[in-house]
């Protein structure tokens, strides 16, 4: 089987790209968000509805309840369950946009897999570390230790996992110490025994979708807007109102926090808006550097060329063949238009698309 992956930072038009692709090509869409994946919130993670989908088979969207933790080794199970269907023939084992069925037929060509998580990706085409569950009372020691102290205690317990870790990050340095205590083996020794990754990254034909600064600002304002009039703050509020543990992942999804506190009346609407724009800028930026530095061997593109590169790498590769093709069709980036109008992109030497080496 052969694949087409999808990265790129939030509002960069990912999911318009995958469902052009999935269009022609005849394939299925698979999620690879961490934050699409929640049944809780299709409205503030851009989620595809029915109507977006149409009717293409979209996997591991919306099938997990916002009071699951969720993370890259179950979703990694997930994905290998729904690549066995897809080999087999099976119908859809998740829930369907706008809950509709999904045949077997729709997905008789390669996988499109898209998302923003950098390390889905990484575990989906490199293998992740199998390290045991930690139990929850060292999970919550280290989490609540006090940052400053959690450098100086790995490099006196750890030094080789000290050195590869920065003292300002206290989330992986607090991730060293509690599987240094869970398992008395360094995360580094734990490091070396990868799991075999589901996808060979031969097999496929990786992109990584790299907007202008300026304009990726654009986009995130008026997918805002979108949202807002789509129903954002009452979305934020029915999840706010389920008193779940605000450290779940759901829960710090963005927009959650401001637009339930303006339903309260905690905020205004504008400021509830500039909260959330200014976080979504910052995580697009964590996601662009992570992309830049994790995935640099990956083809990096314009949005507005990705779908004309996309096409001509896959006839090229002999990934696979296009059913439905539309070489005049042009397909709009904007955000907040239908999913299936998504972002187009071209490989000439005038073009802002990088090659890898």
Known sequence: MRFVLIAGPTASGKSALALALARRLGSAVVNADASQVYADLRILTARPGAGEAGETRHELYGHVDAAEPYAVGRW????????????????????QPGGRPAQAHQSANVPIIVGGTGLYFEGLTRGLVDIPEIPEDIRAKWRAAAPADLHPELARRDPVMAARLRPSDPQRLARALEVLDATG???ADWQQDLAAPLIDPEDALRMVLSPERAALRERIARRLDAMIGEGAVEEAARLDARGLDPALPAMKALGVRPFAAARR???TLDEAVERTRLATGRYAKRQSTWFRNRMADWLHVAPEEALDVALREIEERGIAEPTNRHPGRRVSAEPGSQAGQGDLPDDDPGSRCARPG
């Open 265 to 267: 009346g905690d905020l």
């Open 76 to 95: 990694l199970s997930d994905v290998h369950s729904v690549l066995n269907s897809l080999r087999t023939g099976a119908d859809a084992i998740y829930p």
């Open 185 to 187: 083996r360094s995360l």
